[in-house]
C-alpha cells in the first residue's frame, strides 16, 4: 500500500502570497489532519476532515483553511502568507474513528514551505 | 487548556544504556496515548499506541511504555538503545470527547543521540 503523498515536499513563497499544499492519504483512508510543524512551537493542529467535513479545528488564524474532496484527497491554503508560516506541514490519515483500538495516525513526509 | 509535557528535549546516551523519556499530560478525562519517532530525514512513524487494558504496551524495535492514570504519564522505556535508535521522539494524546475527533496533541519532542 502507498503512503501518504504530499505535494510539493518544498515550496518557497513571498510574504503576502497565498499557497495550497495537498494531501493524498493512504488508500481507503476517510480521514486526514493536518499540523504544522516548527522549532519554536513543535507540532500544532490545524484541522481533521472526515468526509468531506471539517471535524475539528486548531487555534489557527483564519488564513489557514482547508477542504477534503470525495476521493479524501485534501488540499490546505494559507493565504496573506507571513514570515511565521514558514513551517513544515504534515498531513496524516486514518481509517477508523478516533477512540478505537485500531486507529492510527499515519503521517506523510511534508511540505516545507519557507516564506521570504 | 489541555496540553503534553516531555521532560527532557535532548538526551545523549551511549550504546547498550537504558532509555527512559518521560511524558506528562493535563486532562481528567479517558485519552488514547501515542509514542512516534521521527528518524533524520524520515516522516513521523508510530512506535506505540494506548487504547485501554494493560498499562504496560509494548511497540516496534524493543520499545514499551507504561500508563499511570493516577500520574498522568506515558513514559518510554527501552532496555537497550542501539545507534539507529538516534531520532526525535513524540508523545502525542488524543482526548475523549463527544465528537471523538482525531485531534492529537504533541509534546514538545526529545532528541536522543546514542553514541557508538
Known amino acids: 500500500k502507498a503512503g501518504v503523498t504530499q505535494t510539493p515536499r518544498y515550496l518557497i513563497k513571498t510574504r503576502g502570497q497565498q499557497v495550497t499544499l495537498s494531501c493524498s492519504p493512504i488508500?481507503?483512508?476517510?480521514?486526514v489532519s493536518w499540523y504544522q510543524q516548527t522549532p519554536g512551537q513543535g507540532l500544532q493542529f490545524l484541522f481533521e476532515?472526515?468526509?468531506?467535513?471539517?471535524?475539528n479545528k486548531g487555534n489557527f488564524p483564519g488564513r489557514f483553511s482547508g477542504r477534503q474532496f470525495s476521493n479524501s484527497r485534501s488540499e490546505m491554503n494559507v493565504s496573506t502568507l507571513e514570515l511565521g508560516d514558514s513551517a513544515l506541514y504534515l498531513c496524516?490519515?486514518?481509517?477508523?474513528?478516533?477512540?478505537?483500538?485500531?486507529?492510527?495516525?499515519?503521517f506523510g513526509p511534508g511540505t516545507r514551505l519557507t516564506v521570504t | 487548556a489541555q496540553s503534553v509535557s516531555q521532560h527532557n528535549h535532548h538526551v545523549i546516551l551511549s550504546e547498550a544504556a537504558s532509555l527512559e523519556l518521560g511524558c506528562n499530560y493535563s486532562?481528567?478525562?479517558?485519552?488514547?496515548l501515542f509514542w512516534y519517532v521521527q528518524y533524520p530525514g524520515q516522516h513521523l512513524q508510530l512506535l506505540l499506541k494506548?487504547?485501554?487494558?494493560?498499562?504496560l504496551v509494548k511497540g516496534i524495535k524493543g520499545f514499551e511504555a507504561e500508563f499511570i492514570k493516577s500520574k498522568f504519564s506515558f513514559n518510554l522505556r527501552k532496555p537497550s538503545v542501539q545507534w539507529s535508535d538516534t531520532a526525535e521522539y513524540f508523545c502525542?494524546?488524543?482526548?475523549?470527547?463527544?465528537?471523538?475527533?482525531?485531534?492529537?496533541?504533541f509534546g514538545q519532542g526529545t532528541t536522543l543521540q546514542v553514541k557508538p
Open positions: 494506548y487504547f485501554s487494558g494493560d498499562p
Open positions: 502525542a494524546v488524543n482526548l475523549h470527547g463527544s465528537s471523538n475527533t482525531g485531534k492529537l496533541i
Open positions: 496524516a490519515s486514518s481509517w477508523g474513528l478516533a477512540g478505537r483500538s485500531s486507529y492510527e495516525q499515519y
Open positions: 486532562y481528567g478525562g479517558t485519552v488514547n
Open positions: 488508500s481507503g483512508h476517510r480521514s
Open positions: 476532515y472526515f468526509s468531506e467535513t471539517q471535524r
